[in-house]
């Protein structure tokens, strides 16, 4: 059974954790820009991060047959430097046709303070100016109701598409308010602040599969990129067919991201994808 990852933070990974993947069936993955566990300081920090996720991260992962897609965006934990974000954000479309840059992804809210709010705005209005998809992050733990409220808030004030729209790291007591206003959701698989594996596959008994994606995030905390499989694993222990178990963790993710006209699933020899890399690096 082939799967997609749809959120995966590769440059907090090693090779054999692209190796392990391939040999499980996994053919594609997506990797949001993500805070490095520390505040950067400079727009060319982010610059340069925008380059490894876009031009290097591909490389490694076709080495392993893996095609490798990513987004760029200034995450809501580094929102409250204004004038840095904005900086970024001058900066970003440059690498909107990049050719496996999906979107804007993933902002979104932390704490929900004014400043991660007016980011998240502009981050939205940016990608609805140059028709990017967008990837939301919904705060950890106790700030998740209320920032998921104001981010649905937010997404009601713009001419978003919920059809283009994906919220992330939803639980049981966000799920239906996000669905009911038509976006898609994700399932967080992460052993500390998100999601288990068993506890997204309740979900997706209890709520259904549509408009609906599953990840394993993996970056550099206690995470580990194989709580997907260990998902589909207990999704098929259930009794769920392979075709429902396709439908999950293959056609949703493809049908999200394939209305990216970039995200295609061909095979891609690794020279092919660093003959492309400069003919790029200066849009």
């Known amino acids: 059974m082939q799967i997609i990852q749809p959120h995966y933070h590769g440059i907090a990974r090693t090779a054999q954790d692209y190796e392990r993947m391939a040999m499980s069936g996994v053919v ?16 060319e920090t982010f610059i340069d991060y925008f380059r490894q996720i876009s031009e290097f991260e591909p490389t490694r992962a076709a080495q392993y047959g893996i095609r490798h897609f990513c987004w760029v965006a200034v995450n809501p934990k580094e929102a409250e430097n204004p004038e840095l974000s904005q900086a970024v954000l001058q900066r970003m479309p440059e690498f909107f046709d990049k050719p496996n840059v999906l979107g804007v992804g993933e902002t979104g809210l932390h704490k929900s303070t004014r400043s991660e709010c007016e980011i998240m705005q502009a981050q939205i209005e940016l990608a609805l100016e140059y028709d990017q998809l967008i990837l939301i992050h ?6 998740k109701l209320h920032g998921t409220k104001r981010v649905l808030e937010i997404l009601k004030g713009l001419p978003v598409n919920p059809d283009r729209v994906w919220i992330d790291h939803v639980e049981e007591h966000t799920l239906r308010m996000i669905k009911d206003a038509g976006y898609w959701l994700g399932f967080t698989l992460y052993p500390v602040t998100k999601c288990s594996p068993k506890r997204a596959v309740d979900m ?16 550099w905390g206690p995470s580990d990129p194989f709580t997907l499989q260990e998902c589909v694993l207990e999704f098929r222990r259930r009794g769920h067919s392979i075709q429902e178990g396709i439908e999950v963790f293959y056609n949703n993710p493809a049908r999200f991201l394939g209305q990216n006209p970039k995200f ?11 003959e492309e890399q400069p003919a790029t690096a200066g849009r």
Request: charged share 25%.
């Open 204 to 219: 997706l008994e209890r709520y259904g599969f549509e408009r609906t994606l599953v990840n394993s995030s993996a970056d």
């Open 28 to 43: 594609a993955v997506a990797e949001p820009a993500f805070w490095a566990g520390f505040d950067r300081l400079y727009p």
């Open 138 to 143: 919904t705060p950890h733990l106790g700030d």
């Open 264 to 274: 295609d699933l061909l095979p891609i020899r690794l020279e092919a994808i660093q």
